[in-house]
């Protein structure tokens, strides 16, 4: 069977706890899109880790962890990551690298300094917009050519030579040969050289032999680079649909979607955010829910649950089931609000702006709901939350028309209701 774990919001929705708990029962977990721009943060059996490349089945020794082709790769991340864990759990994780994800190279990082977009959209700066750019121009050094080193370097110059006619002035490309960037890239895939293949068909073989697979997204539905607030959206697609294309396989196989949906909104980087927050609430909620960058540092912006951006997370997504996460942040707040409208242009709208400048006129319209004193970490079940939260619970459940599969009361694995 195939479960897809699906952010719904902008990213950072907890989806690092959701999928190190259900890859537990996986057999195979596949990471889909984007790279080192996510954070995941996960507890593992009491250690705290930030990864943003490895796929959460790396944390169990039995299962393999695919890294598809809907990903961007940066290898010297990659060998952190992988030596962080097994050094954690005394053996090597099993990976398994899609022939065709595409690598980042040092000098996506340096184009997104210099090439200005970075800055207008508030990028992560990990290179991820100009690698997703060179595999659209079809000049990007994918994980196959690893195999190949001859035809690796003889790329990697190709590509420099137009990268040198494009940025006269830097001198960090100039200095840059095919054979350096091939020889560091091949020190740091050594332990996986062995383990880059055809992932799509490692993957249908999995599920034909009746194997679970768990599909790990990133990022959320708002930054898709099709169906989001474009432009301040990711290069990759992070809906369901990005599954499909990194994966190839039919849509009947992925019974069961989770849309992971935190307990408020919050975004990095720049865009439209009808719901913020620049008042001492909002201050509250960073600080109550550590809302700073895996990846950047970067304080994020936050704000109320907003159920118009959620209904059309959920027709992208169409979740079986959403996981809540954070509920516990919510906790001391006297009032809580729900965005289920906004004020667009004198009128009010019930459907997702498309267009981030419409967007950006919106207004919300908000529901109240009293909130509740008491600390809810200690809850396993629905009826262990005081009415207030199964109130809140219940409003969001509706407006994403999915029930509540599992709901986070605390980072710990256990700290979970499950219901699924
Ligand atoms: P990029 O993915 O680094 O190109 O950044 C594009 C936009 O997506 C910026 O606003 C980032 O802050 C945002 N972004 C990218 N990855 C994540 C993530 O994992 N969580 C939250 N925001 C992200």
Same mark, same amino acid.
């Given at each position: 069977m195939?479960t897809?774990?699906?952010?719904?919001?902008?990213g950072?929705?907890?989806?690092g706890?959701i999928v190190h708990?259900?890859?537990? $029962?996986?057999?195979i977990v596949?990471? =889909?899109?984007?790279?080192?721009?996510?954070g995941?943060?996960?507890?593992?059996?009491?250690?705290?880790?930030?990864?943003?490349?490895?796929?959460?089945?790396a =944390?169990? !020794?039995?299962t393999? &962890?695919?890294?598809?082709?809907?990903m961007?790769? $940066?290898?010297?991340?990659?060998?952190?990551?992988?030596?962080a864990?097994?050094d954690?759990?005394?053996?090597?994780p099993r990976?398994?690298?899609?022939?065709?994800?595409?690598?980042?190279?040092?000098?996506?990082?340096?184009?997104?300094r210099?090439g200005?977009?970075?800055?207008?959209?508030?990028?992560?700066?990990?290179?991820?917009?100009?690698?997703?750019?060179?595999?659209?121009a079809? @000049?990007?050094?994918r994980?196959?050519?690893?195999?190949?080193?001859?035809?690796l370097?003889?790329r990697?110059?190709?590509?420099?030579?137009l990268?040198?006619?494009t940025?006269? $002035?830097?001198?960090?490309?100039a200095?840059m040969?095919?054979?350096?960037?091939?020889?560091?890239?091949l020190?740091?895939?050594?332990?996986?050289?062995?383990?880059?293949?055809?992932?799509p068909?490692?993957?249908?073989?999995?599920?034909s032999?009746?194997?679970e697979?768990?599909?790990?997204?990133?990022?959320?539905a708002?930054?898709?680079?099709?169906?989001?607030t474009?432009?301040?959206?990711? &290069?990759? &697609?992070?809906?369901f649909?990005?599954?499909?294309s990194?994966?190839?396989?039919?849509?009947a +196989?992925?019974?069961?979607?989770i849309?992971?949906?935190?307990?408020?909104?919050?975004?990095?980087g720049?865009? *439209?955010?009808?719901t913020e927050?620049?008042d001492?609430?909002?201050a509250?909620?960073?600080d109550?829910?550590?809302e700073?960058?895996?990846?950047?540092?970067?304080?994020?912006?936050?704000?109320?649950?907003?159920?118009?951006?959620l209904?059309?997370?959920? +027709?992208?997504?169409?979740?079986?089931?959403?996981?809540?996460?954070?509920?516990?942040?919510?906790?001391?707040?006297?009032?809580?609000k729900?965005?289920?409208?906004?004020?667009?242009?004198?009128?009010?709208?019930?459907?997702? !702006?498309r267009?981030?400048?419409?967007?950006?006129?919106?207004? *919300?319209?908000?529901q109240?709901l009293?909130?509740? +004193?008491?600390?809810?970490?200690?809850?396993r079940?629905?009826? $262990?939350l *005081?009415?207030?939260a199964r109130?809140?619970?219940e409003?969001?459940?509706?407006?994403?028309?999915?029930?509540?599969?599992?709901?986070?009361?605390?980072?710990a694995?256990?700290?979970?209701? @499950?219901?699924?």
């Open positions: 195939a897809a774990v699906l952010g719904m919001q902008w950072d929705e907890g989806k706890k708990l259900l890859a537990r $029962d996986a057999d596949v990471r =889909f899109n984007g790279g080192t721009n996510a995941h943060t996960l507890i593992d059996r009491g250690v705290k880790f930030g990864t943003h490349l490895i796929p959460a089945g =944390f169990y !020794p039995r393999v &962890s695919v890294l598809a082709g809907g961007v790769i $940066d290898l010297s991340v990659l060998r952190e990551e992988f030596e864990i097994s954690h759990l005394g053996s090597r990976l398994f690298i899609a022939d065709n994800a595409h690598l980042v190279l040092p000098y996506h990082r340096i184009i997104e210099i200005g977009t970075g800055r207008l959209i508030g990028t992560t700066g990990q290179g991820i917009g100009p690698a997703y750019r060179d595999k659209a079809r @000049v990007g050094i994980a196959g050519d690893l195999l190949e080193p001859d035809l370097i003889e990697i110059d190709r590509r420099l030579s990268l040198r006619l940025y006269p $002035d830097s001198a960090e490309i200095e040969t095919g054979n350096g960037l091939a020889e560091s890239l020190a740091d895939a050594e332990p996986f050289l062995s383990s880059i293949g055809d992932a068909r490692f993957v249908s073989d999995g599920l032999a009746g194997k697979v768990l599909f790990e997204g990133a990022q959320g708002l930054l898709d680079l099709d169906y989001g474009y432009p301040y959206v990711t &290069s990759s &697609s992070t809906t649909s990005g599954l499909r990194a994966v190839g396989i039919p849509t +196989e992925v019974a069961e979607r849309g992971v949906v935190k307990g408020y909104s919050t975004r990095v720049a865009g *439209p955010f009808p927050l620049t001492e609430v909002g509250l909620l960073r109550r829910g550590g700073y960058g895996v990846t950047t540092g970067r304080s994020r912006r936050c704000g109320w649950i907003d159920l118009v951006a209904r059309y997370a959920g +027709e992208l997504n169409d979740p079986s089931a959403i996981a809540l996460t954070k509920l516990d942040v919510l906790t001391g707040f006297e009032e809580l729900v965005c289920v409208a906004y004020r667009l242009d004198g009128r009010t709208v019930e459907r997702f !702006p267009s981030a400048a419409e967007l950006d006129r919106s207004v *919300p319209v908000y109240s009293p909130g509740w +004193e008491e600390s809810i970490a200690g809850a079940t629905f009826d $262990d *005081p009415v207030e109130n809140y619970v409003l969001i459940e509706e407006g994403c028309g999915a029930p509540a599969g599992l709901i986070s009361v605390g980072p694995p256990e700290e979970t209701i @499950v219901r699924l």
